[in-house]
């Protein structure tokens, strides 16, 4: 008996465990300290009445013989197939429904999907990034290549026709840095992958927060995209659905690799490995794109960005360099004092009681920066603010 020795190549613990383990023993220490948490990107509204309103009538039709429902479509429900296909018509991208595959989130696929490449593929991954593209490639055992991501680049890397790549990720808008592409900077990244043959595996968790209306939301935005990429989104943060779970990825018919459809292979790898999203919660994700779930939604999220609009204008009276906030739920700032990011974690913590991410959590080119999430309470965010204006004035 073997076992997989890349993880032995692994931190410790994931980067989320790790801060909850550090919160959990201070708050163990100041059992009477009030600690405001905008760490880990978990949203804090409740789910809107036109969801709940749905997922009520969908627990009520579980309990009758009549309207029961057993297994379901391992792809997702029609119904929930065609609001997510209404939701990207509105950008102008048609979608087959046989191109949409619900999931219980972005995280869960995006690891998932590596099922379909080979081992041997090189995987280039920008640096900071979202530490699950990095895990999971290192537990497989591929080849890494890093993209550097700073603030000379905006935190927008962009393609170098040196580097052969055959797996790309980006995401946009970024998680952690906020930064978002334009659509000529995706339509290079588009071009790239056609010449390398690559696939772009792209994640658009937070295309909810783009305000600005020339800035894409969707990869297939962009001419050429569905020729090479597979685009991962979620009901997390566009609605609150952390805890609920409901995710959606997109396989166009049009990827095709050495003869192979990717759709075909990734439905072959859903039907087998995965038995579908509960009924009730793909009901209560329809209403979230229906008109008044619509309405209700966009009043959670300008909620958010009314929190990264606090964050921005302290971050701005300090004279603190930070990039994202806008078009994003992140804020990317550079630690005040040349501090090193868990340096600047703990001594926040110790003595404003906030919890950020450290920079450095999410890769090399992170150090010395900090991330704070705009999906906090609007009181404790107010109050963490003038928290960290006060130490920090
Ligand atoms: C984050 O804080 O980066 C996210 O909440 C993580 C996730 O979505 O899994």
Known sequence: MKINQNYSRLEESYLFSTIAQKVSAFQTDHPKTEIIRLGIGDVTLPLCSAVVQELHKAVEEMGH?????????????????????????????????????VSDGAKSDLGNILDLFDVDNTVLIPDPV????????????????????????????????????????????NNPTGAVYTKEQLKQWVDYAAYCGAVILFDAAYEAFVQEDDLPRSIYEIDGAKECAIE???????????????????????????????????????????????????????????????????????????????IADTLTGLGIWYTGGKNSPYIWLKCPHEMKSWEFFDWLLQEAHVVGTPGAGFGKNGEGFFRLTSFGDQDKTAEAMQRIQKLLK
């Open 130 to 173: 979202y530490p699950v593209y990095v895990d999971t490639n290192l537990m497989a055992g591929r080849k890494i290549v890093y993209l550097d991501a700073n603030q000379e680049n905006g935190f927008l890397p962009m393609p170098d026709e040196q580097v052969k790549a055959d797996l790309i990720y980006l995401c946009s808008p």
């Open 232 to 310: 991962f989104c979620s009901f997390s943060k566009t609605a609150g659905f952390t805890g609920t779970r409901c995710g959606y990825t997109v396989v166009p018919m049009a990827l095709q690799r050495e003869g192979m459809s990717l759709n075909h292979m990734w439905l072959r790898r859903q039907t087998t490995k995965f038995n579908g999203v509960p009924y009730i919660v793909q009901k209560g994700a329809a209403a979230v794109f229906q008109e008044e779930g619509m309405q209700q939604i966009r009043k959670n999220i300008a909620y958010y960005q009314h929190n990264a609009k606090v």
């Open 65 to 101: 013989k009549d309207t029961f429902h057993g297994y379901g479509p391992e792809q997702g429900y029609p119904f929930l197939k065609a609001s997510i296909r209404g939701h990207y018509a509105v950008r102008g991208v048609h979608l087959d429904p046989d191109e949409i595959f």
